[in-house]
Structure formats: C-alpha cells, structure tokens
C-alpha cells in the first residue's frame, strides 16, 4: 500500500499525538493517586490522632470528676462528669466511624470494651452510694484505673499507629513520585526518540523523491531531455514524476525539431546566395560574353547586395543558435594579443582609407584565458570594426589589454560620434542601432553587438560600453582569467 503525502503527515502527527497523550495520561494518573494518599493522610489519620488526644483528655476529666464526685457527693462535680462522659462516647463513635478500613480500628473497640467495663464497674460504685451501703472502695478504685489505664493505653497504641502509618504512606508517596519522576523522563525520552525518528523518515520519504525531480530539473536546463525520473512512491510525487517524464519527450522532440529547422534554413538560405555569387562571379568575368560598363557597375551593386545578404543571414542564423543554446563552442586556452594583431591587420584597408590612427598599448604578462578562438575573434571584429566605423577621417582608435582585479579587460576608445546615455545598454540587444539616420548613417545589421554578448556572457564575461556624445565612445570587455 503506498500512503501519500497527505496521509503520511496525518499518520505521523496523529502518532507522536497518541504518544503525547499516553505520557500526559500517566501523569495524570499519578498525580491522581498522590492526591488520593495525601488527602488520606490529611483527612483520616490527622483527625484520628486529634480524636485520640480529645478521647484521652476526656477519659482523664471523667476520672477525675467522677473520683471527686464520690469523696465529695457534689453533684456540680458529678454533672461535669456527665459532660465529659457524652464528649468521649461521641469522640469515640467518630473516631470509630474514620478509622473504618484502618489498623487503629481494633484498639479503638478495645478502648470501647474498656470504657464499658469502667462504665459498669463506676455504674455499681454509684448505686452502693445511692443506697448509702459500705463497699470495697479501694477494690472499685483498683478495678477502674485498671480499665481506664488500658483506654489510655490503647489510645496511645491508636496514636503511634496513625503516626506510624502516616510515615509509610509518606515514603510510599516518596517513593512513588521518584518512580513517577524516572518513568515521566522515560517516556518523554522514548516520546523524543520516536518523534524526530518519524518525522525524519517521513520527511525524506518526501524529500528524497523532491531531490530527484530537482537533480532532473537541472538536467533539461543542461539541455539533457531524457524522460527517465523513475519514481513509485508517493503517489503524488510519482504522479508528477511521470508528468515530468512526459515534459522530457516533448522537449526532446521540440529541440530535435529546432535542430532539424536550423539545418534546413541554413541550407535552403545560403546554397541560393552561394549560386547567385557564383553566378555573378561568372558574368563578371566575361564567360557569357562580353559586358557593357553600365552591366559591370550593375554586378558590382549586386555583389555588395548579395554579400551583406549572405552577412546578415549568417548573423541571424548564429544569433538564433546562441539564443536557442544550439552554438557549439570550442573552449581552450589561448592568448588573444595574436587575435588582437591578427584583427588589427584585417582592417588595414579601412585604416588607411580613413587615415584613422590605430593604436593597440598590451600590459605585460597578461593571463590566458580559456576562449573559443573563432568566436572571440568575431567579437573583436565587430567591436573594432564598429570603432573604425563610426570614428570619422583622421581619427583615432585605440585597443587595449590590461589585467584588472576580476580578470583580463580589453577596451576599444574612439573619437567617433559617442553614444547617448539612453542607448549604452540598449545597444547590445539585436536590431538596435542608433546612429542610423544623419550623417553617421552606416550600412549594418544591428546584430553585431548581441552577438558579441551572447558569446561574452557565454565565456563568463562581460561586455558593456561607456560614452559622452560628441567625445567618442569605449568599448569594454572583460573575461575571467
Ligand atoms: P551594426 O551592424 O549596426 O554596427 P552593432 O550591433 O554592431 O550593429 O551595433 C549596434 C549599434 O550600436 C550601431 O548601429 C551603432 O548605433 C551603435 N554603435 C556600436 N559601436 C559604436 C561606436 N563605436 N560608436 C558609436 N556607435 C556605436
């Protein structure tokens, strides 16, 4: 059976919540019979052992009274006796009553026997005096002190009791809340083991699987499509498991449907540029015939045609790769003052047409970073040419390459037109030209930065420009090293 997340979280709440109440319940309970004890030891033996003493005090005063009462024949002394007598059979009646179910029980119906006996003995002595015949004084006397000594006796024995089972059920209750006190840490302890135990399989019974589907995740985003997330459990996650599995096929259909349209355009845009230059090439050079000056001049216009035609689609169709993650990239170790060199030579022509003074300062000991040479060169291209470009006649330009905290920083200065403030970051995104119109206008496809951008950032660089209009423009790249 597969328990989802839901339940999963409910079976282990409601687990740690029955060993919550399980602990609260012992607690409860002990503290229930310690309440019990106690109130045992406040009610019944506290009022015994002030029963005896009330009981013992009474038993003294009817003696004393009733002894005064004989030699003296006054009757106030015989009603105090009376008193006395009614205090101490009620005492002992209570007392009886509370120490139901108690020790002390049996020398209290001792006390109670006695207490008839001095009763009966006293009830004889009166009635000789009543009828004013001689008796054994000192026989009655002896007899009555020998039961009321043993009512004292016996109350006392009723005392130590009490005391003496108070002081058990004191250490009993002692030794209970120790027992309660171990058993409560016990089970906490037990309750704290099984909590973080439970909760920590269901949490990576549900991470685990959230894990896979992040390590998958990052996956596509390396551009690896395979739908294979294998996951049984629990059903939700395996659910989205095979939802994900789903997404993998139809993106890996997607981008073998990109790659298979990037081959086709390619294909179908340049072969009829490559013909149409081809075919232009062949006109030029009389194979169809000799050609007029106005049919020479109409060739020269269509070759500058068909050549920024065959530039601009390869612009498009490597920017459109870049964006797509399609461009391959051949990353090695490579020193760029060669490639700064190498371009430098390339634009010769334009240099001296322009009368521009080129410059190129290189800091010494430079690092090598880790480039694709083709690449890196189609951005210098295009950032100097732009510099040559836009810098009017007898300008200057000036590429340099120095080390910087955070790596190895080329710039291109020119005295060109500058750019606006505004246009310093839009400049890098395709199809955006600002000196278009007025007298900078240039032929050029708008594309060149982006490219230039995509290839950086891809290098794990930066490019970006700085500029005041009217004062020239500066052009930075900077690459890890
Ligand atoms: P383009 O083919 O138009 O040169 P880019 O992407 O290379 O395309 O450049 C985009 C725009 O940035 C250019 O059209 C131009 O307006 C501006 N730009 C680039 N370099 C310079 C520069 N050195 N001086 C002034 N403007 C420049």
Not at 109 to 120: A, F, I, P
Not at 404 to 409: H, K, M, Y
Request: glycine share 8%.
């Amino acid at each position: 059976m597969k328990f989802t997340i839901f339940s999963r979280l409910v079976f282990g709440y409601l687990f740690i919540l029955v060993l919550v109440l399980v602990l609260s319940g012992y607690v409860v309970f002990r503290i229930g019979q310690f309440n019990e004890v106690t109130r045992s030891v406040l009610m019944t033996n506290n009022r015994m052992v002030d029963y005896s003493g009330k009981l013992t005090d009474a038993i003294l005063s009817q003696v004393r009274y009733e002894r005064k009462f004989i030699i003296s024949k006054d009757q106030a002394f015989y009603n105090q006796f009376l008193h006395f007598k009614n205090d101490f059979e009620r005492y002992l009646e209570e007392a009886m009553l509370i120490s139901e179910a108690s020790q002390a029980k049996q020398f209290l119906v001792t006390v109670k026997t006695s207490y008839q006996h001095y009763q009966s003995l006293l009830g004889e002595e009166l009635r000789y005096l009543e009828a004013g015949k001689s008796y054994p004084q000192g026989w009655f006397r002896q007899e009555k002190e020998k039961f009321s000594n043993s009512i004292l006796e016996e109350l006392e024995k009723v005392q130590s009791t009490i005391q003496q089972n108070t002081n058990e059920k004191i250490k009993e209750l002692y030794e209970a809340g120790v027992e309660a006190y171990q058993m409560a840490i016990g089970m906490t302890a037990v309750l704290l083991i099984f909590g973080i135990t439970l909760s920590y399989l269901i949490n990576r019974s549900i991470t685990q699987p959230i894990s896979v589907l992040v390590k998958k995740t990052r996956d596509i985003g390396k551009g690896d499509f395979k739908g294979n997330v294998n996951l049984s459990s629990p059903p939700e996650l395996a659910e989205l498991a095979s939802a994900f599995n789903l997404m993998c096929n139809k993106l890996g259909e997607l981008d073998q449907m990109k790659s298979d349209f990037f081959s086709t355009v390619t294909h179908e845009l340049r072969t009829p540029l490559s013909s149409i230059k081809m075919g232009i090439s062949l006109l030029t050079e009389g194979r169809e015939g000799p050609l007029t000056e106005g049919q020479k001049e109409l060739l020269m216009l269509v070759r500058q045609e068909n050549n920024r035609m065959v530039g601009l689609v390869n612009a498009i169709l490597d920017l459109s790769k870049m964006e797509a993650g399609m461009m391959t990239y051949q990353i090695e170790q490579k020193n760029i003052v060669p490639l700064i060199d190498q371009v430098v030579k390339e634009m010769k022509p334009l240099v001296e047409t322009k009368k521009i003074r080129l410059e190129s300062e290189v800091a010494e000991k430079l690092p090598i970073p880790k480039i694709d040479t083709e690449r890196f060169l189609q951005v210098l291209r295009n950032v100097i040419g732009n510099a040559l470009k836009f810098t009017p006649e007898g300008g200057r330009v000036n590429v340099s390459v120095r080390t910087i905290d955070q790596g190895l920083q080329i710039s291109v200065a020119d005295t060109g037109p500058g750019i606006p403030e505004k246009n310093l970051g839009s400049i890098f995104e395709k199809f955006q030209q600002v000196n278009a119109k007025g007298p900078y206008k240039t032929k050029g496809t708008g594309l060149g930065l982006a490219i230039a951008k995509q290839v950086i950032t891809h290098h794990g660089g930066k490019i970006w420009a700085e500029s005041k209009l009217g004062q020239g423009s500066t052009f930075f790249i900077l690459l890890p090293a």
